[in-house]
């Protein structure tokens, strides 16, 4: 339910920011509430959250929803749709914070790092399991560190809200973690339906490059400029 809920916001947004131009430059997407650190210091919060979700470009957004949508149903199955919100919500908000403390002139958009959050909150609840959310654990670890050394290597990447999403998730997950007696000890002990390592751009947070076109591989055509 909150899945599906998160999914079609992040697509009405991204239908608005087409048509409606955010995706010709930085400052249209400033405009549209890009996440830019000087001004979330300067009393402009909301973008934090605005930012969450907004995205790049076709391949940017189909990506990322590809992602929560096959992250965000076992989330959902394992923590509940209240704890869940709350999760991806806070690693929005700590994916954000960093942002804002490490690159506060960059401006940057994308879910990835909420769901980063996701993940990092999957893999606390594998520990907290123990022995039978082993397997749990390493294909989320799997993913997350396949992804990190995607956000290391590659440009116009935020690094920064990667991370932050990731801490925000995982000290979520531990701290609100609950065995629901409702769900079988399979559904956790199962493997995650979900393997993201053949896509190098599973999960990322576009962060544009001041006066450059975002490179196609980052899901902006060339005739619609860049975020």
């Known amino acids: 339910m909150l899945t599906r809920l998160l999914l079609a916001i992040n697509i009405v947004a ?23 650190g000087t001004l979330v210091l300067d009393g402009q919060w909301w973008r934090i959250f605005t930012a969450g979700f907004l995205h790049g470009g076709a ?41 804002t403390a490490v690159d506060p002139n960059d401006p940057t958009i994308g879910a990835s790092g909420a769901i980063f959050g996701l993940f990092g909150a999957l893999a606390a609840a594998g520990l907290r399991l123990g022995k039978p959310g082993q397997d749990l654990v390493r294909q989320c670890v799997g993913i997350i560190v396949l992804n990190l ?22 000290v979520t997950g531990i701290a609100l973690f609950r065995r629901r007696p409702a769900q079988p000890q399979a559904v ?5 339906p979900v393997d993201l390592s ?11 490059a001041e006066g450059e076109l975002l490179p196609p591989e980052h899901g902006v055509p060339p005739e619609h ?3």
């Open 14 to 36: 991204f239908g608005w920011e087409y048509f409606s131009g955010a995706l010709t430059s930085d400052a249209t997407l400033e405009s549209h509430g890009a996440l830019v």
């Open 59 to 99: 391949l940017h957004i189909l990506f990322n929803m590809f992602a929560l949508w096959q992250v965000g149903h076992l989330t959902e199955l394992i923590f509940g749709v209240p704890r869940m919100a709350f999760i991806y919500f806070f690693s929005m908000l700590t994916s954000g914070l960093l942002v």
């Open 149 to 170: 050394i995607i956000t290391f290597t590659l440009p116009n990447i935020s690094a920064s809200g990667h991370v932050g999403g990731l801490i925000g998730g995982f």
């Open 188 to 192: 956790y002990a199962a493997a995650m």
């Open 198 to 208: 053949h896509d190098p751009n599973a999960v990322t947070i576009e962060q544009p």
């Open 225 to 227: 400029g860049r975020p």
